[in-house]
């Protein structure tokens, strides 16, 4: 089992960068494949990007290739999220997730994770 808690959200103009980290205050992440999620306002929980246990492969969503990237320090048992070149369609709290299992078959859906953290809340202003 593993507890998550993400920090880093917060406000910025449309163009500008943020990073999110995600910190395992109990259990240790080396153990899970991770993800990235966000959820709009009225909308379903999409998908961003995931990594391996090693951060050796990622899986990008359609919406943010190239804009954001997903690393991994399993050494100070932290995920991490950088985006760059934000746009305001951005605009989500942003969950990070822990997947225990190693097929990529689900990886993309919140159904294929079994923890959670509670969210951090990332405002794109035009």
């Known amino acids: 089992q593993v507890q998550l808690v993400e920090s880093g959200g917060g406000l910025v103009q449309a163009g500008g960068s943020l990073r999110l980290s995600c910190a395992a205050s109990?259990?240790?992440?080396?153990?899970?494949?991770m993800g990235w999620f966000r959820q709009a306002p009225g909308k379903e929980r999409e998908f961003v990007v995931a990594?391996?246990?090693?951060?050796?492969?990622?899986y990008d969503g359609d919406s943010v290739k190239g804009r954001f990237t997903i690393s991994r320090d399993n050494a100070k048992n932290t995920l991490y999220l950088q985006m760059n070149n934000l746009i305001p369609e951005d605009t989500a709290v942003y969950y990070c997730?822990?997947?225990?299992?190693?097929?990529?078959?689900?990886?993309?859906?919140?159904?294929?994770?079994?923890?959670w953290g509670q969210g951090t809340q990332v405002t794109v202003s035009s």
């Open positions: 997730a822990a997947r225990s299992l190693v097929a990529q078959a689900g990886l993309r859906r919140p159904t294929g994770y079994d923890y």
């Open positions: 109990a259990g240790t992440i080396s153990s899970y494949n």
């Open positions: 990594i391996s246990r090693s951060g050796y492969s990622t």
